[in-house]
């Protein structure tokens, strides 16, 4: 039985990283391994997102050293004011990648994601259902302690800001709690075989792709596939 409720990897810090406008990205594909291009080493990242190269390199070469394939590499990358009522990412308790391989690493910079680490137990392979019993369980027995206190069940807490953190498809997590409004930045990059083709994804122009698109809402209703990124 897979276990959720592991931990992020904290894989380097980065703390001068720095969006340097209001921006927001989602999906943004910046690695395509079927485009025929002679140098498919090569990251195509626009002007304003250029600062995220280091951390995409730093993400590509642990994939790498750990033997890991992947076709794409994706860039999120949201600036702006959060408040309590927009924490600038999707709320609730999920895992990204859910059912699936891929890998996602995170940075942010402000507030931070909360992340529910323990043993779930036993979860629903239901893209829905399981996100029921995620905050369920959390609502119960969860407890915000410090940093991977091992002292309860389930632990709710965010690690320092400004690094970068591994997330596999078993990290329960959420987004921050904003209690006073302020600038927030995040930063996630994707690795996946997949191509994440839902509508309103941003398109990257300097790749030449013309992907038939998905409507979210089609994904999203769907209980078997309601956390997926690609149809």
């Not at 790498?64 to 949201?78: E, P, Q």
């Not at 137990?121 to 959390?138: K, N, P, V």
């Not at 927030?184 to 191509?195: A, E, I, L, P």
Request: glycine share 6%.
């Amino acid at each position: 039985m897979t276990k959720y409720g592991a931990a992020p990897e904290m894989i380097a810090p980065m703390p001068n990283l720095d969006l340097r406008e209001v921006m927001y990205y989602l999906y943004l594909p910046v690695f395509m391994a079927d485009k025929p291009r002679a140098d498919r080493e090569t990251l195509l990242l626009p002007p304003n997102v250029e600062c995220c190269r280091h951390l995409i390199d730093k993400a590509t070469i642990v994939e790498k050293m750990r033997g890991r394939t992947f076709r794409y590499i994706y860039l999120s990358a949201r600036k702006g004011w959060a408040t309590p009522d927009n924490p600038l990412n999707r709320p609730g308790w999920h895992c990204d990648g859910f059912g699936t391989d891929d890998m996602n690493y995170v940075w942010w910079k402000g507030p931070g994601t909360r992340f529910a680490l323990g043993d779930f137990g036993e979860i629903s392979d239901d893209h829905t259902l399981s996100q029921e019993q995620f905050e369920a369980t959390i609502a119960l027995h969860g407890h915000n302690q410090p940093w991977q206190d091992p002292a309860f069940p389930i632990r709710v807490s965010t690690p320092p800001e400004g690094h970068i953190y591994r997330i596999d498809p078993f990290v329960v997590h959420a987004t921050p709690l904003i209690e006073t409004p302020c600038w927030r930045q995040y930063v996630k990059v994707s690795f996946s075989n997949h191509r994440y083709n839902l509508e309103n994804n941003s398109h990257n122009y300097l790749f030449d792709y013309d992907w038939a698109l998905t409507p979210r809402e089609d994904v999203r209703n769907d209980t078997h596939k309601a956390q997926r990124d690609y149809a």
